[in-house]
């Protein structure tokens, strides 16, 4: 072995001491992991006083015969008591009361099928409901011996009786309370979805708008409008430069071009920050279009099936009542349901077999008072109601005829009488169509006359040919044209609705149907005596 060879192998020995005398070191230094002692003794923490629940906070409704009742408890618990206290809950209260007729007469019919006999009271065999109080019947209450809760404390009458005999008295009451539920979530319903609609039209309104206004920040920024409007502002100083005289009109122009260059770059700058901020209102508001959109189509499903349980509780409704009234009519002679009605009878416009709906639509004074007194007796407050359901009815027959354009026209018209009535009527159709509409009183709604280019072309419109007519309405000619047009409504009613029946009449007035909720709801009663044929 050379003494180099020693040499190297002395070195390493003495770096591989000092590595591991400081690995050594370094291992030592470590600090010791940390010791946490935790010391337990009885009744460290300080303890509650104890809870006292008793038999009256368990027991919510007490029973009628003798039952063991639960000892007091002392419970010696560190945990957060509470007390349970009693009560009706709101919900149940508000179920409880809107069933509480329905039961009742339940009650009484059960009670009154039911034989007496056999046991103290005549309790046995019979079916008690009560929708009293959940702590059951209170001191001074007793149960009559006919199944009814007779008197409280005072003597009065609960209101399970006087439903049971309202039911007895209005065998109708049953259909008249469903409609009158049905109807009134419909009409909740229909308030919510055009709730949902309009803002669902609201937002999108929004939506269109800061989609404007992000179409109108991109056209400011568009390089190509950016270079013409820093191009344009070079012209300006070189044109001014060319034309200076001194040395400070020089420098104006100077100072008017670096200005003009400066606002249009300010102007790109806003233009891109105000893009940026209206496309996130724009993504914002498109998510919330999505969810009101769906919320608004959920709603009008629910109103569109709440509003066919409403007319099917109106049509049975109507259908009892109408039993009902040919059973036990007292109403004159010329009202009598024995009497021809339309149904039986064609509708004739001439002579005499004419509903009462006719005669109601012309204005007869003296079928409006025969119609009212049938339906409202001496009751003047009734007669008032009728009377402007009645009104409301007209009106919304004969809105609904001018729509479809059931017109009758003057036979010696110089315009008119160029044509038949159906092309009569397709060009009032026409016209509609081009904004001139008919207002029922031989003029154009909103005083909008239409001219001859207008006529001409809604003569085009109904397959006609203009130059068939040698005679144009001139423009003092053209406000009286819709002169002498009178409103066949009788005709109108005879073609859609014939029958005059529920769904007849919702279906051929459409919208304007729900301003006539009330008169729907008595419609059994007043349809039998509008298509009596008065002889």
């Given at each position: ?165 309202a039911s007895e008295s209005d065998p109708c009451g049953q259909p008249r309370r469903l409609t009158d539920e049905r109807c009134a979530v419909a009409a909740s319903a229909r308030e919510q979805a055009e709730a949902a609609a309009a803002s669902l039209r609201l937002a999108r309104r929004s ?34 430069r060319d034309h200076a005289l001194s040395r400070s009109d020089l420098e104006h122009a100077a100072s008017t071009w670096l200005n003009e260059i400066n606002r249009v770059n300010l102007e790109v700058r806003d233009a891109t920050m105000l893009i940026a901020r209206e496309q996130g209102d ?254």
């Open positions: 072995m050379s003494p180099v060879e020693i040499l190297f192998l002395v070195l390493g020995l003495c770096i591989g001491i000092a590595v591991g005398a400081a690995l050594l070191d370094l291992t030592r230094a470590r600090p010791a992991p940390r010791e946490v002692r935790l010391t337990i003794t009885r009744n460290a923490l300080p303890v509650r006083d104890a809870t006292v629940v008793t038999s009256t906070d368990l027991v919510a409704r007490p029973t009628p015969s003798p039952a063991p009742v639960m000892a007091a408890a002392v419970i010696d618990d560190p945990r957060v008591p509470f007390e349970v206290a009693r009560g009706v809950d709101p919900s149940y209260a508000a179920i409880r009361r809107t069933h509480e007729p329905v039961l009742a007469g339940v009650t009484a019919m059960a009670a009154a099928d039911t034989p007496t006999s056999g046991t103290a009271g005549g309790a046995e065999g019979r079916i008690g409901v009560a929708m009293g109080d959940d702590s059951g019947p209170e001191a001074g209450e007793a149960t009559a011996p006919d199944g009814q809760a007779a008197a409280t404390a005072g003597g009065a009458p609960t209101a399970g009786g006087a439903a049971a005999a939506y269109d708008e800061v989609v404007h206004r992000i179409e109108e920040a991109q056209a400011r920024v568009d390089p190509r409008a950016v270079t013409e409007a820093k191009e344009a502002a070079r012209h300006t100083f070189r044109d001014a724009a993504a914002t508001l498109l998510a919330s279009i999505e969810r009101q959109a769906l919320a608004a189509d959920a709603a009008r499903i629910t109103a569109e099936a709440a509003g066919e349980a409403c007319q099917e509780a109106r049509a049975a409704l109507a259908a009892c009542e109408s039993g009902e009234l040919a059973a036990t009519s007292t109403a004159a002679p010329a009202m009598s349901p024995a009497m021809p009605t339309a149904t039986a009878l064609l509708w004739d416009r001439d002579a005499g077999h004419q509903p009462e709906i006719v005669r109601l639509l012309r204005g007869e004074a003296e079928v409006r008072e025969r119609l009212l007194s049938a339906l409202a007796g001496a009751d003047q407050d009734e007669q008032r109601r009728y009377q402007l359901w009645l009104s409301e009815l007209v009106d919304a027959i004969f809105a609904a005829s001018i729509e479809a354009a059931v017109l009758d026209f003057p036979i010696e018209h110089p315009f008119w009488s160029t044509f038949d009535r159906t092309q009569s009527r397709d060009i009032v159709i026409a016209l509609a169509s081009l904004g001139y509409r008919f207002d029922g009183f031989g003029g154009f709604a909103a005083d909008r006359l239409p001219g001859q280019r207008e006529l001409s072309l809604a003569v085009g419109y109904a397959a006609l040919d203009p130059m068939r007519i040698r005679h144009w309405p001139t423009a003092t000619e053209m406000a009286e044209l819709m002169r002498g047009v009178t409103v066949a409504a009788d005709e109108f009613l005879a073609s859609r609705a014939p029958d005059l029946e529920l769904g007849e009449m919702i279906a051929v007035l459409g919208r304007r149907s729900e301003a006539l909720s009330d008169l729907w709801n008595r419609w059994g009663r007043v349809r039998p005596l509008l298509v009596v044929v008065a002889q």
